[in-house]
């Protein structure tokens, strides 16, 4: 069975700081592996997503994370924070089963960003 | 393009209460998925839809949970009696199947907030 492991349910940054949002995964499979956010009171919105061409990956908003097979990570990083980044973050694992493609989803991490 | 649709954003029942809760994807999204989110919690897979077939249940409460979809575009979700337990967002999402040129990314709606008091 698939699952993530996100480490930190709350993570402070200072305005302008390094973002780092951890996330493990378990797949029994080669996986699809997604970040995404959610806004208070709002769906979640993908981030960006690895589906197996390069392991660096760019999404929207300056954010990036790379997979490292070897690790079982897909780590989340933006260079520096904003405070509209504050926000609930996850990261999610999907198996590649053709037609029967299923998100599971970690626990989130709330950012919070200090002005 | 049209987003993932649902409705009500907001409702407050009582225990034993039933409630309903409808969704429209986005179109041409054959996979349609309801996912519960606890406060502080990520979101739970209920159920996933495939056209107007049931791809996986395991985790719907089948006691008091239904859903269905039955033209295979819109779909509803129930529950009845509703628990204090179930107070939470409700959330759909549609995909296009891989197989059909999707990419893996699921669409979601902007949510039903359900309070059971």
């Known amino acids: 069975a698939q699952s993530v492991t996100q480490l930190g349910s709350h993570v402070s940054v200072s305005e302008g700081a390094l973002v780092l949002l951890r996330c493990n995964y378990s797949?029994?499979?080669?996986?699809?592996l997604f970040w995404y956010v959610q806004y208070p009171n709002q769906g979640l919105q993908l981030l960006l997503k690895?589906?197996?061409?390069?392991?660096l990956v760019k999404g929207i908003n300056g954010f990036e994370a790379e997979f490292k097979k070897s690790e079982t990570s897909f780590h989340l990083t933006k260079p520096s924070a904003h405070m509209s980044d504050a926000a609930e973050y996850f990261c999610?694992?999907?198996?590649?089963?053709?037609?029967?493609?299923?998100?599971?989803f970690g626990t989130g991490t709330r950012l919070t960003i200090i002005p | 393009e049209a987003g993932v649709a649902q409705s009500p954003r907001y409702k407050i029942i009582e225990k034993r209460q039933s409630v309903a809760f409808w969704c429209n994807p986005i179109?041409?999204?054959?996979?349609l998925y309801w996912y519960q989110q606890i406060l502080g919690q990520g979101p739970k897979l209920l159920i996933q839809?495939?056209?107007?077939?049931?791809?996986?249940d395991s985790q719907l409460p089948k006691d008091r949970f239904s859903a269905e979809r039955l033209k295979g575009v819109d779909s509803t979700l129930k529950i009845q009696p509703a628990k204090l337990e179930d107070s939470a967002v409700y959330l759909c999402?549609?995909?296009?199947?891989?197989?059909?040129?999707?990419?893996?990314?699921?669409?979601f709606g902007e949510g039903s907030r359900l309070t059971v008091l």
């Open positions: 839809f495939q056209n107007n077939g049931v791809v996986d």
């Open positions: 999610a694992v999907s198996e590649r089963h053709f037609g029967n493609e299923k998100l599971t």
């Open positions: 690895y589906t197996s061409a390069a392991t």
């Open positions: 999402a549609s995909s296009r199947p891989m197989a059909l040129g999707g990419t893996g990314e699921l669409f």
């Open positions: 797949s029994s499979v080669p996986p699809y």
């Open positions: 179109s041409g999204h054959a996979t």
